[in-house]
Structures are given as C-alpha cells and as structure tokens.
C-alpha cells in the first residue's frame, strides 16, 4: 500500500511539475490569419500583413540594408544576430519563423496554448495561456523601443507610429 501511495504522490509531482512548467511555443501568424483577418475582429492580420512590420524580415535583403550592415561592420544581415534581433525577433527562437519579420507572436507571446478559440474567448484564460497584454500605452511603448528608439539613427514618434499599426477588437 505504502509503493502506490508513494508512486501516487510522485506521479502526481511529476504532472504537475510539467503542467507548471508548461512551455509555449511560436505557431507563427498563419495561425492568427484564421480569426484574425475578418472585420468583426478589426482585420488584425491584414493590417499586420500590410505593415513594414511584416516586411522588416526582407528589408534585410534590400541594397540599402547590405550599405547598412557594411557600415556595421556585418557581413550578411539575414544571418546577423545584431540586424535580426529587431528584423525578425523569433529568429532565435523559432528558426522557422525568420522570415515573417515582426509578426504577431513578437508583441503578444507564443501562441501555442492560447490561440485556441475556447481559450481566446476568455480573455483571463488567454493571458493564463500566454497572451501578452499591454495595460497601458507606456506599456506598448516600452516594449515597441527595445527595437525603435535611436534605431539607424532615425527618431522615433511613438504616437504616429502607433496610429498606423494598432489594432484592437471593434467594440460589439
């Protein structure tokens, strides 16, 4: 009785150590095309893909970035952790992913355990799941500097900039 109370607790440790730790993983934005693109969520997809921010990846490849990242003393840009680090932020991270630059997953967390329609539709369930929220425009701020402020040189207005790329759900 003694070995299946003791298997008992250390099973249940063990399952929930990996519930606990339960690590997220990037599913890329095709996966936040399929609710997001439509009107009644505020085509967020859309705008996403019709920014800089989905093209940052490929400016890497422009004549322009090659003038850049020769300046910088960077052989390729595509492949430098110095460019990509803001070019395409999971590149570490999710190799996979590189190519699609500054993409949804960058500013709201790996999408693996929230994305799912039950889980979005509660808002604390996502959040619980991974889904980065931003309680403030400071907050956005912040986070939107780690990559713009001072970058190449050129300055930054956060306001303007947020303007042409927010997105939020259209009120119901």
Same mark, same amino acid.
């Given at each position: &009785?003694?070995?299946? $109370?003791?298997?008992?607790?250390?099973?249940?440790?063990?399952?929930?150590? %990996?519930?606990?730790?339960?690590?997220?993983?990037?599913?890329?934005?095709? /996966?936040?095309? &399929? *609710?997001?693109?439509?009107? =009644?969520?505020?085509?967020?997809?859309?705008?996403?893909?019709?920014?800089?921010?989905?093209?940052?990846?490929?400016?890497?490849?422009?004549?322009?970035?090659?003038?850049?990242?020769?300046?910088?003393?960077?052989?390729?840009?595509?492949?430098?952790?110095?460019?990509?680090? @803001?070019? $395409?932020?999971? $590149?570490? /991270? %999710?190799?996979?992913?590189?190519?699609?630059?500054?993409? @949804?997953?960058? @500013?709201?967390?790996?999408?693996? %355990?929230?994305?799912?329609?039950?889980? &979005?539709?509660?808002?604390?369930?996502?959040?619980?799941?991974?889904?980065?929220?931003?309680?403030?425009?400071? $907050?956005?701020?912040?986070? @939107?500097?780690? *990559?713009?402020?001072?970058?190449?040189?050129?300055?930054?207005?956060?306001?303007?900039?947020?303007? =042409?790329? =927010?997105?939020?759900?259209?009120?119901?």
């Amino acid at each position: &009785m003694k070995k299946a $109370a003791t298997f008992l607790v250390i099973s249940l440790f063990i399952f929930g150590t %990996a519930i606990i730790a339960q690590e997220f993983t990037y599913v890329g934005a095709g /996966k936040c095309k &399929m *609710c997001h693109k439509s009107e =009644k969520r505020g085509k967020q997809y859309i705008l996403w893909e019709q920014s800089n921010h989905s093209q940052s990846f490929s400016a890497l490849t422009s004549d322009k970035a090659a003038q850049r990242a020769q300046e910088a003393g960077v052989t390729n840009p595509t492949e430098s952790p110095q460019c990509l680090k @803001c070019h $395409a932020p999971l $590149a570490e /991270k %999710a190799a996979e992913l590189k190519e699609e630059g500054v993409t @949804c997953e960058v @500013c709201h967390g790996p999408g693996s %355990a929230y994305r799912k329609l039950s889980i &979005m539709k509660d808002k604390a369930e996502a959040i619980k799941n991974g889904l980065k929220i931003y309680d403030s425009p400071e $907050a956005i701020k912040a986070h @939107c500097l780690q *990559c713009h402020e001072n970058a190449h040189n050129k300055p930054f207005d956060f306001s303007t900039s947020w303007e =042409k790329i =927010k997105h939020p759900v259209p009120e119901k």
